[in-house]
């Protein structure tokens, strides 16, 4: 299909450089023979294109808005997971530019956490839901900034290139998805520091969440949440997130393409 | 032309209609039209779908007019095909179908005018775009709880050329409940028509071959209980069915 090519296109090569296991349904660990371009087409890493952001799933996020959780027009605080979609138009890789749309004086970063599902992901439990991951990469969730969060048009968060997405990392180098550190930089100056301690929902209490109502395939990417506030980026600065041993992310934010 | 896409004898082919009730698949078999598995006619890319895009419907629902259309983005996974099965939760209250007109992207779309927007129309198809109120929340309306459930999206049975439905803008939409007329209306009421979408999401988004815009359904939604049969109809593009089913049969 012509998506899952447009997929490949937007920089997901970086994948193919990857040494790869996986389980199979058997429970044995397999490795890709040498770091080749077959992680492209073997499921469960590739990226399926289908990437779900959360919405006020990391403590500073709830904090930040205060008494007004309460009142009109949300009148309440969310009981299920707020989720949004970054369609495939978003995706971008590390390196490329994140354009600054002429209709905003800056944008925010949004640095987060992303597992990528391995298994058909539907009713998980906070036990099991771990297995179902094929691993994690880091996230950098755009938005123009907004400060309503009823009915946000989708402007402001499904622009082209908005979903810069970083290196597949496997789940087993990662120890604990619920203990990492997260640090944005502009222009290498530290501006953010988030850790995935503080989500509301761990990553297994989210999943098990999510796939209580819609189900998550092989190469879906769930990004856990991005802290309070997010770092604004002005046209001309770079963005650099780092998470303990997922790597970098890197992209310069601009008014051309390039 | 209509083509629909169905699982039979052991793999998914692209099949025509053959008569009134069976199928012709590529490779020339004919089978009944009720012995195969209807699956969503295009693999869907991005899905962005409409709310209150009708102003009847609007109005049904209390809304005030809108400078902007009020899209919202659903997932691949809530898609099914014809003849699927769409789950109510025990706990619900109201539970309702949305018959629209979903348009399919045949080429790629970036800053287009409305002018020249139908070039990027690939075809069309009848969309039903359940929606569960009961789990509406106030963040991220609608949230996908409430609208991208799985099985939530029916999308077929056929996907019709572009070429093959000249009128797209005056098509009449009707849902049938267990047989009984229960929404109706025509897309030369839609408030943001095909063209005016495709200007104003591809001013901001590049849309892409396969992405599929639903359009929004009019006035008419009633809730629908286990064992109901749904059925959408819209001009040129036939009749989507669906069952609505209880939680026992997915051992809840």
Redesign the interface.
């Known amino acids: 299909?012509?998506?899952r090519l447009?997929c490949a296109a937007a920089g997901f090569e970086t994948l193919a450089t990857l040494k790869l296991t996986w389980s199979t349904p058997g429970g044995n660990m397999r490795t890709t023979a040498s770091p080749a371009g077959i992680a492209m087409q073997v499921a469960p890493y590739r990226l399926?294109?289908?990437v779900?952001g959360t919405?006020?799933n990391h403590r500073t996020a709830v904090e930040s808005l205060g008494d007004a959780i309460d009142k009109p027009?949300?009148?309440?605080a969310?009981?299920?997971?707020?989720?949004?979609?970054k369609?495939?138009?978003?995706l971008a890789a590390s390196g490329d530019a994140v354009l600054v749309?002429t209709d905003a004086d800056e944008l925010e970063a949004g640095g987060c956490l992303g597992v990528v599902i391995g298994r058909t992901a539907?009713r998980l439990t906070e036990a099991n839901a771990l297995d179902h991951m094929a691993g994690y990469l880091i996230v950098n969730d755009v938005s123009v900034p907004h400060a309503v969060?009823?009915?946000?048009?989708?402007?402001l968060k499904?622009?082209?290139g908005f979903c810069p997405l970083g290196a597949f990392t496997v789940r087993a180098k990662v120890k604990d998805p619920n203990a990492l550190t997260i640090r944005t930089y502009t222009d290498g100056v530290l501006v953010q520091t988030a850790a995935t301690a503080d989500l509301v929902r761990s990553v297994e209490r989210l999943l098990a969440d999510v796939t209580e109502?819609?189900?998550?395939?092989p190469g879906?990417v769930l990004a856990m949440g991005v802290a309070a506030p997010a770092p604004r980026v002005k046209a001309g600065q770079t963005v650099r997130i780092e998470i303990d041993g997922l790597g970098t992310l890197s992209n310069v934010f601009s008014r051309t393409p390039t | 032309m209509m083509r629909a896409r169905v699982a039979c004898r052991g793999a998914i082919h692209e099949a025509i209609p053959h008569g009134k009730h069976a199928l012709r698949l590529a490779d020339g078999r004919v089978v009944a039209e009720d012995s195969v598995v209807w699956l969503p006619p295009v693999e869907a890319g991005t899905l962005i779908a409409l709310g209150l895009n009708y102003a009847d419907h609007a109005r049904e629902l209390a809304f005030s007019s809108q400078e902007e259309p009020l899209v919202f983005l659903k997932g691949p996974g809530s898609l099914i095909g014809h003849r699927g099965e769409t789950r109510r939760p025990r706990d619900v209250t109201f539970m309702h179908y949305e018959c629209e007109l979903a348009v399919v992207i045949g080429r790629e779309a970036s800053n287009v005018a409305r002018t020249q927007a139908m070039q990027h129309v690939a075809g069309y198809c009848i969309a039903n775009d359940y929606a569960i109120r009961d789990y509406l929340e106030n963040w991220y309306r609608p949230n996908l709880r409430a609208k991208n459930r799985d099985g939530a999206t029916v999308l077929g049975p056929w996907f019709v050329d572009a070429e093959d439905v000249p009128s797209s803008n005056a098509l009449e939409l009707r849902t049938y409940v267990n047989g009984k007329l229960t929404q109706q209306g025509n897309t030369r009421d839609l408030i943001f028509d095909i063209p005016c979408l495709i200007e104003y999401l591809s001013s901001f988004m590049t849309l892409s071959a396969g992405d599929v815009i639903l359009t929004g359904t009019p006035e008419g939604v009633v809730n629908v209980m286990p064992g109901d049969e749904v059925v959408c109809e819209i001009d040129g593009l036939g009749r989507l069915v669906n069952t609505i089913v209880a939680d026992d049969v997915f051992g809840r």
Do not use: E, H, Q
């Open positions: 299909m012509p998506w447009s399926s294109g289908a779900y919405l006020l027009p949300y009148k309440t969310p009981r299920a997971p707020v989720l949004y979609i369609p495939r138009n978003t749309p539907c969060y009823y009915r946000p048009s989708i402007r499904a622009r082209d109502f819609m189900t998550l395939a879906d």
